[in-house]
């Protein structure tokens, strides 16, 4: 069943003012986020993407609202591994608690522009060249083999960004200090960019890094290019208050790197037993679809990404508690 042009056109327009008026909140009111307003805001979100997969079944049909909901699960579950990042990001640029909700909002707003070009760019070449589909397939599973062996993953990260401040310290005048929530200042007479402007381009090109995954893979739930881009403004859309909702619980979920990897690398597979059936490569199977390979539904992938990531947090959460009561006993032994 198709979506109504006029149903995109409403859901791209009510999403805008939402990102908007959520802008304007943090602007208007720069605070940290209780424990409980996180919590409220992240149940929001969740629930506005469940109204939207309901009000997309009826409309387009409940097969794409299954998409949209599956390529949903799949982006908020590869997006939480930008949270590692981010804490990396705001403790490096030693950003003021209060103004972390504005700096991750802009970043995520840039990030959302950048990856509707991604996707534009990746549903045009998927409608023209089909065997994208194995070098997709293949880039997954290489990145789920580096997720499974994270060590020094984040260093990179914090080296590309000190990179980036380099360059553009050579470029533009910087202050040393913020002046707020403002991207310029006056500093002696001189108007002069705050550090604000390298940590909003920072968090947009590092979440865009992570697109390079997260795009791929839900290409393999659909191709649409409408379900595709919604599914990523509602995942990027809850990761601002899930960043203060878990907290300090990111240093506990070390083995949340092993559920992404399992994610990715399912979908890896998925996406190269895809390109078999629609293949047209004349060296594999003589230029013909191989119809012998087993077509793997979107309800099992959503299953897979849900297991996983349950499964990685419990057994984090296990281990630190377990560690936890261990440390009590040593010291209490002491």
Do not use: C
Request: neutral net charge.
């Amino acid at each position: 069943m198709t979506i109504p042009i006029w149903f995109e056109m409403t859901s791209m327009i009510v999403l805008t003012i939402i990102l908007i008026a959520d802008l304007l909140l943090i602007k208007l009111r720069p605070h940290i986020p209780s424990t409980k307003e996180s919590t409220l805001w992240v149940v929001f979100y969740v629930a506005l993407a469940m109204l939207f997969a309901v009000l997309l079944g009826v409309v387009g049909g409940w097969s794409n609202a299954g998409d949209f909901v599956t390529g949903w699960a799949l982006e908020y579950s590869l997006s939480i591994d930008n949270l590692f990042v981010f804490v990396l990001i705001m403790t490096q640029f030693a950003v003021p608690r209060r103004l972390q909700q504005q700096v991750l909002m802009v970043g995520i707003i840039i990030a959302l522009v950048l990856r509707g070009l991604f996707i534009l760019v990746g549903v045009a070449v998927i409608e023209n060249f089909s065997p994208i589909f194995y070098i997709f397939g293949a880039f997954l599973i290489y990145t789920a083999i580096k997720q499974a062996m994270p060590e020094g993953e984040h260093d990179e990260e914090v080296q590309r960004e000190a990179f980036i401040v380099r360059v553009l310290r050579r470029r533009i005048d910087i202050s040393d200090g913020y002046d707020g929530s403002k991207m310029r200042t006056l500093v002696d007479g001189k108007r002069m960019w705050t550090p604000m402007i390298i940590v909003f381009i920072t968090i947009g090109i590092t979440d865009l890094m992570f697109a390079i995954d997260s795009i791929p893979a839900i290409f393999e739930i659909t191709t649409n290019g409408f379900l595709v881009f919604t599914a990523n403004i509602f995942a990027l859309m809850g990761l601002r208050q899930l960043y203060f909702l878990l907290g300090d619980l990111l240093d506990r979920l070390r083995y949340l790197h092993y559920g992404i990897a399992v994610i990715l690398g399912f979908i890896g597979i998925k996406l190269i037993l895809h390109a078999l059936h629609v293949n047209e490569l004349p060296f594999i199977n003589g230029g013909k679809h191989v119809e012998w390979v087993p077509d793997i539904s979107n309800m099992v992938s959503l299953g897979v990404i849900l297991a996983s990531m349950t499964v990685a947090t419990l057994a984090s959460l296990i281990a630190a508690s377990r560690e936890k009561r261990a440390a009590r006993i040593s010291a209490l032994e002491d």
